[in-house]
């Protein structure tokens, strides 16, 4: 019998609802959170709130969460889709075109928000907002959604991801914020003692890069999003994100650069934001990408940009050169999961999306992040697409080198944060239930050779949605 070394794979089994009493429960919590990514609360009394949603709506979901909110002391809850509200109709995507993200860089120069990673209705919405008091829309990029809803910002209270009624039902969401938030302050706590990172994945993924000081304490203090922390210096510290933070050095001048770290490596993988695709490797050379090996019409999307962008030279980047990492985003939802109702039929663009939600994934990216309005009028003049593009880690160990010695402590540790193990983290636990079972995660991928039978470069890597689609064939977790 094969020992691996990394968790088994894993999956909740979650029943469509048929009636609205089988909503009402995730409901009456989800309208009381206060934190991560798609709580609710709090709900004001006399607040009007309209829900911005997709097309395949579940019925029992809306009419659990207007009774909900209304519970709460909200005196209007109106349901709108994208399609009312941009008089477009949505489309219908699938994992299996993850090499359409690639893509995703193409889009109009007027499109200036620094990462077009949804469709953005916020311009039509903008006529819908004068008699509401709060919205919910989008998939996802929460600060940006907010800025461009420009004066009436102040209404927008999270994105809404539950169209879907297998994604509302899950335990992430009605998951305890206490836990979640103290899990996220000690991964946060120790950033601002890291000298040097190092990041690993039995895929294939090994990047390293060196801090100083202060470089270290600028990240720490710009990092955390709830629910979705930024651990990557340039890409907590461009001037894109500082605005959304609740840190003091979020006010600084924009004059102040961001953190561009020496990121040396290669990055592997075979699933983005939108699915799945052969094994890529990108290489880096102090911070910029530098080559790409595999990763089938994904990979020929990005060496073409490479070559066609080869003399771009970003205003506050050290050199010429289109991709830069940008991006190492920690999602902290324990409970979250890959979807199967509609991985092959999703209204989501990036219908695997969900999956990197889950605490201990990364979403890994590179591209470019805007810094000043420099950057801005250069996309402009050159008429460059901005932004960034993704390969997803379900295993890696993300370390830092304590400052002042040689030790490297693990952030996260084959793909499970090492705070979930914290013995104070467990005390807290107790107060909500079982914590072996708040503690542990409900959704591990299967990937051949790392955590299940088969092997790696034969069996999965040439092909992942084939291999997805045979295990679920078989009724297998995938």
Known sequence: MSIYNYSAPKAPNYKKPSSVDDCLPQARIMAKKEHGRTAMGPVKKGDKIIIVSLPDQDRYVQEAVVQALKEEGAEKVDFLTEDQVSGKKSRIFSVEDGWKEGETMEYGHADLSGMQLYSDISEPLLKYLGNYTGVFYGLGGRSKLRGNLKEQSHKFRGCWLFNNWEEFLSKAWSYPDEIELEIERRIIDALGKASAVRITDPEGTHLEYPLTAEEARRWQLNAWLPGHLLLNPLQATAEENRNRLMHGIAMISPKVPPVLSDVNGVLAGTANHMGFLPRIEVYFEHGRLVQVKGGGEYGDL?????????????????????????????????????????????????????????????????????????????????????????????????????????????????????????????????????????????????????????????????????????????NKPI
């Not at 209204?347 to 309005?373: C, K, Q, S, V």
């Not at 990937?447 to 084939?466: F, L, R």
């Open 302 to 474: 990005i060496r073409e940009k490479m070559e066609r962008h080869k003399n771009v030279h970003w205003p506050g980047y050290p050199d010429k050169g289109f991709f830069w990492y940008c991006d190492c985003a920690l999602c902290t939802v324990v409970k979250s999961f890959r979807r199967r109702s509609d991985m092959f039929g999703s209204y989501w663009r990036d219908a695997n999306l969900a999956e990197r939600n889950r605490a201990g994934i990364f979403h890994m990216g590179f591209g470019t992040r805007r810094h000043g309005n420099e950057y801005i009028k250069y996309a402009e003049e050159n008429k460059l697409p901005m932004g960034h593009i993704h390969v997803h880690n379900y295993f890696a160990t993300f370390e830092i080198k304590l400052q002042g010695s040689d030790y490297w402590y693990k952030i996260i540790d084959k793909g499970r944060p090492s705070a979930m193990d914290d013995p104070e983290i467990r005390a807290l636990a107790v107060k909500y239930g079982d914590p072996d079972e708040l503690l542990s995660f409900d959704w591990v991928p299967p990937i051949p050779g790392i955590n299940c039978e088969g092997d790696y470069m034969k069996d999965y890597a040439p092909d992942p949605v084939g291999y997805l689609k045979k295990r679920l064939e078989e």
